[in-house]
């Protein structure tokens, strides 16, 4: 893993500056995705109506395109809004079920062409798929991939994007510099949505700071360590995921340093 001095303060800077998320979501995690934006201090917005694209991107600092729920009339919407985004609000693409159903993967490709994304967030079945490599998918979820450092890489050359490819093991990479997230809970592989959150919640950091890379690190490990914080109180998946939200909601800087110091402790030297 390579090191570079990570801005963790950013945490802190999201709940101050409260920046707006405009969130062309999954249906079924909606809920989910705007509680879990609220919950790390930004505000979330959403949007299917393509009348009103100019409007949302204005109102905007960020946004976060996914598509698990894709459909004509959403496909519409979708380039609506990034003809109006393009190039002035940061982007996050999160390109679901790709490596599972071709059409979603054609309507991926044509987006990447089409449109520049600051990151590019996706499991290792679905970052594997946009770069035509061999890969399995289970459903939405991944499936065994092999090489995942050198396909993260790959993507984020092609696409001139960070790519945060998530798993077991996190991989965060702009297809130079690799950042591996040290924490993982078992938990957020179960629950549903934990990649639609991480996505919009990426999307809410890049609303208050040019530094692409910081904002992914920080938002990735946020994830994980409330997460992993989550494990410690609960007793299940329903449990589980009123402790996720609450650590997410008081979750400071200060909050991630001493977890980063009970867990690994030569870390951040």
């Not at 979708?78 to 079920?97: C, G, M, N, S």
């Not at 589980?240 to 400071?252: E, T």
Request: aromatic share 6%; proline share 3%; glycine share 4%.
């Amino acid at each position: 893993m390579v090191q570079r001095q990570i801005n963790w303060s950013l945490i802190d800077r999201v709940r101050t500056k409260n920046p707006i998320v405009l969130n062309l979501a999954n249906l079924v995690t909606i809920d989910k995705v705007a509680d879990a934006v609220s919950a790390v201090g930004a505000s979330p917005i959403m949007s299917v109506e393509p009348t009103e694209a100019d409007e949302m991107v204005t109102l905007a600092d960020a946004l976060s395109i996914n598509l698990g729920t894709i459909n004509k009339h959403q496909a519409t919407q979708i380039k609506t809004v990034l003809r109006a985004a393009t190039p002035l609000k940061p982007l996050v693409l999160d390109p679901v079920a790709v490596s599972a159903i071709p059409s979603r993967l054609e309507f991926a490709h044509l987006l990447l062409n089409d449109f520049h994304f600051d990151v590019i967030r996706g499991n290792a079945s679905e970052i594997a798929a946009l770069v035509e490599a061999d890969n399995t998918s289970h459903g939405i979820d991944a499936g065994k991939v092999p090489n995942q450092v050198q396909i993260a890489k790959t993507c984020a050359r092609r696409y001139h994007s960070i790519v945060v490819l998530t798993g077991e093991t996190d991989i965060i990479t702009d297809g130079q510099v690799i950042y591996e997230n040290p924490f993982s809970a078992e938990m957020l592989t179960m629950n549903v949505g934990s990649g639609d959150m991480l996505s919009s919640i990426i999307a809410a950091f890049l609303g208050i700071t040019s530094n692409t890379w910081d904002a992914c690190i920080v938002a990735t490990v946020l994830v994980s360590a409330a997460g992993v914080l989550a494990n410690r109180y609960s007793v299940g998946l329903g449990s589980w995921q009123v402790q996720f939200f609450d650590q997410l909601s008081i979750m400071d800087t200060k909050a991630l340093l001493e977890f980063f110091e009970e867990s690994e402790e030569d870390y951040l030297d």
